[in-house]
């Protein structure tokens, strides 16, 4: 149910970097998935009840002032990492998974590691520039459309932790779900 556009998940495959054009089709797929409009709508929903920032009020018009924000700082900053960063900076936005061959510790490490660290087009690894400074200008433009109360820098130091948070638990999901997967389909059958 929760796409994985992002993520490689045989370790075994050999890298192919993706083509300019695949890197757009990345940032398309993720902004305009449902699960993505799903995701804006509850995070906009629990920004709602607590009446969290951005602080537009309570009611349905600042609800749907929330959404609209979630949703545009999902596309900002998936255009600014996947589709114009990434094919300038050469860097790869997927996700490799280590897979079941690597320890436990080690995968988690590497999963979180993963939001600072990028395969280049090369296949080498190296700072992700992409990922990082990407999310950094989505945070950047959403100062345009936030409530002037939701514009300081205490609050986009909150916007980059969860932002940097989300990213790390993403790949942890990537890392691990399929092993899950497995597991539940193995016990199905017995």
């Given amino acids: 149910m ?14 192919v970097p993706l083509q300019v054009h695949d890197k757009w089709r990345l940032f398309v797929k993720e902004s305009m998935d449902p699960f993505a409009f799903f995701s804006a709508a509850a995070g906009a929903g629990i ?18 002032q929330r959404f609209g924000a ?17 094919p300038l900076l050469h860097e790869d936005p997927r996700y490799f998974r280590k897979g079941p061959g690597s320890t436990i510790g080690h995968r988690i490490e590497y999963a979180i590691s993963r939001v600072v ?5 090369s296949g080498k690894e190296s700072f992700n520039f992409s990922g990082v400074v990407g ?12 409530p002037p109360q939701s514009v300081n820098g205490r609050e986009m130091a909150y916007r980059t932790f969860t932002s940097l948070t989300a990213s790390a ?12 997967k497995t597991r539940f389909a193995r016990n199905e059958h017995q």
């Fill in 135 to 146: 999310m950094e200008l989505g945070i950047a433009l959403s100062n345009a459309y936030y």
């Fill in 169 to 180: 638990l993403g790949n942890l999901l990537s890392e691990f779900w399929p092993d899950v």
């Fill in 2 to 15: 929760i796409p994985n556009f992002q993520t490689v998940s045989d370790p075994t495959t050999p890298f």
């Fill in 47 to 64: 920004s709602q009840w607590h009446n969290e920032d951005p602080k537009y009020g309570v009611g349905f018009g600042p609800y749907l």
């Fill in 117 to 121: 660290i990028t395969r280049r087009d």
């Fill in 70 to 86: 979630a949703q545009a700082d999902l596309t900002t900053q998936n255009f600014f990492q996947d589709a114009m960063l990434a």
